[in-house]
């Protein structure tokens, strides 16, 4: 039986030379600023040591920048930004909750576990 | 949506007309698969922290393991990662400007795009491909294992070897003889086996020759494991010292004291599960730039042959592109926690 009452979503992405434009502008725009910061996280990487007092800053900074990266990837290339806000948090919010929870059981336990292996070898 | 259902009768309402999400089944299914696949990177990359976290100053630097450049050597940290990522992110932006082109139905415009993304696909799959074989073949020096059992990975400018002058005569060769041939090879070979001596090498075939062998410049050892007298986290050990330490250790015609490059059981750079990880996650985001190439093209003959147009939209085009554009995001990880940090 043929529905005519279902939306073709597929339609909706649709837009004209105009906004095609402004889009294409912006998709260069992001392509610049990721480049910038992979080439600042190499200059970082490459000019300061694993033993530097600043490392731990480092570590910080490179997690931040790519979680940037990461963010303009998802939102920008991927539209997740253009898409609906309960599309978007469906997608996010399951994702981020077993992430942090996963993060935080590895670091734990990584710690217990590095601590065993530390007093073994002494 | 209140205010929109109010104006649709029952009948509609209960067939549901309307999605909560305004998306179509198939790019919300795209987007489910691509969550269950991050999540599956997100295990893999907090497995490798887990071990690293635990390995400490064992495991290797990016920068002193990841420092060549085809064509130009040594020397050059990270350079090659970056340039890899470089490609990566350009062919996700010819993806992009592919899915744009789609959504004004210009035919042309995808057509260019698909190809420039597939092209790019295959750059980045012949990095990896030298990136590996670069990891499994190793440096020329080497990780040493020294005389007071710590372990160490070497750094320097290896000097090359000119020939072997045969000394005393085996199945093959006669004395006097001058082997010019795969030297190198047969050098590592020999120091895997223990079949060197103070200069003098011996070969497969029972002969044993000399070593002419430019010098070495600028010898540098990284201690990676503590033994009774050098510790991981100690002075480097530099010059006439490295090398008498490194040269004590090659001859003295003991079995697996030097390990060459990396395999599934060991590797010249630090832990065995250092090489390991590099295998699984590079190899697995590998694989899936590889499906995403194919997938690619056989979307692009779907373009070239009007299916899409036909169509009326380019959605195909667009859930493809979530695919790739994944891809480029996992590697965004795997260049951050395996090279950088």
Same mark, same amino acid.
């Given at each position: 039986m043929e529905r005519d009452d279902l939306i073709e979503y597929s339609l909706h992405g649709h837009h004209d030379e105009a906004k095609g434009k402004e889009i294409r502008s912006k998709i260069y725009k992001v392509t610049i600023l990721l480049t910038l910061i992979t080439i600042i996280e190499v200059f970082i990487g490459a000019s300061i040591k694993q033993s530097s007092d600043w490392w731990t800053t480092v570590k910080i900074i490179f997690i931040l *920048?790519? *979680? *940037?990266?990461?963010?303009?990837?998802? @939102?920008?290339? @991927?539209?997740?930004?253009?898409?609906?806000?309960? *599309?978007?948090?469906v997608i996010l919010v399951p994702y981020f909750i077993f992430v942090l929870y996963l993060i935080f059981i590895a670091l734990w336990e990584g710690t217990a576990v590095g601590s065993v292996w530390e007093t073994m070898w002494q | 949506m209140a205010g929109h259902s109010a104006q649709l009768d029952a009948k509609t309402l209960w067939g549901g007309k309307e999605s909560p999400f305004q998306t179509s089944y198939g790019k919300l299914m795209m987007w489910f698969f691509l969550v269950s696949d991050a999540l599956t990177f997100s295990g893999l990359l907090i497995a490798y922290g887990f071990t690293r976290h635990d390995a400490q100053d064992a495991w290797p630097i990016g920068e002193e393991t990841f420092n060549s450049m085809p064509f130009l050597g040594h020397g050059?940290?990270?350079?090659?990662?970056a340039l890899m990522t470089f490609i990566l992110i350009v062919s996700s932006v010819t993806m992009v400007l592919a899915v744009e082109a789609g959504?004004?139905? &210009?035919?042309?415009g995808v057509t260019k795009w698909m190809i420039a993304t597939v092209i790019g696909g295959f750059f980045f799959l012949g990095?990896?491909?030298?990136?590996?074989?670069?990891?499994?073949? !190793?440096?020329?020096? +080497?990780?040493?294992?020294?005389? &007071? +059992?710590?372990?160490?990975i070497?750094? !320097?400018?290896? +000097?090359?070897?000119?020939n072997f002058t045969v000394l005393e005569a085996g199945k093959k060769h006669k004395v006097g003889a001058v082997i010019k041939e795969d030297l190198m090879h047969q050098?590592?070979?020999?120091a895997e086996l223990g079949h060197l001596e103070a200069g003098k090498i011996h070969l497969a075939d029972g002969s044993v020759a000399k070593i002419n062998k430019a010098h070495d410049h600028d010898m540098k050892l990284i201690i990676k494991k503590s033994g009774k007298l050098y510790k991981v986290g100690g002075k480097e050990i530099k010059g006439k010292k490295a090398e008498q330490l490194y040269y004590e250790s090659l001859y003295a015609g003991e079995k697996n004291r030097v390990i060459y490059g990396a395999n599934m059981k060991q590797n010249e750079y630090g832990p065995q599960q250092y090489a390991q990880f590099f295998f699984f996650i590079t190899g697995f985001h590998g694989f899936h730039v590889f499906s995403g190439v194919i997938i690619n093209i056989l979307i692009l003959l779907g373009v070239l042959s009007g299916t899409y147009h036909k169509r009326g939209h380019y959605e195909m085009v667009e859930k493809t592109g979530l695919y790739w554009h994944f891809v480029d995001l996992v590697w965004v990880f795997v260049f951050t926690f395996f090279y950088l940090l």
């Amino acid at each position: 039986m043929e529905r005519d009452d279902l939306i073709e979503y597929s339609l909706h992405g649709h837009h004209d030379e105009a906004k095609g434009k402004e889009i294409r502008s912006k998709i260069y725009k992001v392509t610049i600023l990721l480049t910038l910061i992979t080439i600042i996280e190499v200059f970082i990487g490459a000019s300061i040591k694993q033993s530097s007092d600043w490392w731990t800053t480092v570590k910080i900074i490179f997690i931040l *920048l790519t *979680l *940037l990266k990461a963010g303009y990837i998802v @939102m920008v290339f @991927m539209h997740l930004g253009d898409e609906r806000k309960y *599309l978007r948090n469906v997608i996010l919010v399951p994702y981020f909750i077993f992430v942090l929870y996963l993060i935080f059981i590895a670091l734990w336990e990584g710690t217990a576990v590095g601590s065993v292996w530390e007093t073994m070898w002494q | 949506m209140a205010g929109h259902s109010a104006q649709l009768d029952a009948k509609t309402l209960w067939g549901g007309k309307e999605s909560p999400f305004q998306t179509s089944y198939g790019k919300l299914m795209m987007w489910f698969f691509l969550v269950s696949d991050a999540l599956t990177f997100s295990g893999l990359l907090i497995a490798y922290g887990f071990t690293r976290h635990d390995a400490q100053d064992a495991w290797p630097i990016g920068e002193e393991t990841f420092n060549s450049m085809p064509f130009l050597g040594h020397g050059y940290p990270l350079l090659y990662v970056a340039l890899m990522t470089f490609i990566l992110i350009v062919s996700s932006v010819t993806m992009v400007l592919a899915v744009e082109a789609g959504h004004r139905m &210009d035919r042309k415009g995808v057509t260019k795009w698909m190809i420039a993304t597939v092209i790019g696909g295959f750059f980045f799959l012949g990095s990896q491909a030298w990136e590996w074989s670069h990891f499994i073949h !190793g440096s020329e020096f +080497g990780k040493i294992e020294l005389s &007071d +059992g710590s372990v160490a990975i070497v750094k !320097g400018h290896f +000097g090359e070897i000119n020939n072997f002058t045969v000394l005393e005569a085996g199945k093959k060769h006669k004395v006097g003889a001058v082997i010019k041939e795969d030297l190198m090879h047969q050098f590592q070979h020999a120091a895997e086996l223990g079949h060197l001596e103070a200069g003098k090498i011996h070969l497969a075939d029972g002969s044993v020759a000399k070593i002419n062998k430019a010098h070495d410049h600028d010898m540098k050892l990284i201690i990676k494991k503590s033994g009774k007298l050098y510790k991981v986290g100690g002075k480097e050990i530099k010059g006439k010292k490295a090398e008498q330490l490194y040269y004590e250790s090659l001859y003295a015609g003991e079995k697996n004291r030097v390990i060459y490059g990396a395999n599934m059981k060991q590797n010249e750079y630090g832990p065995q599960q250092y090489a390991q990880f590099f295998f699984f996650i590079t190899g697995f985001h590998g694989f899936h730039v590889f499906s995403g190439v194919i997938i690619n093209i056989l979307i692009l003959l779907g373009v070239l042959s009007g299916t899409y147009h036909k169509r009326g939209h380019y959605e195909m085009v667009e859930k493809t592109g979530l695919y790739w554009h994944f891809v480029d995001l996992v590697w965004v990880f795997v260049f951050t926690f395996f090279y950088l940090l």
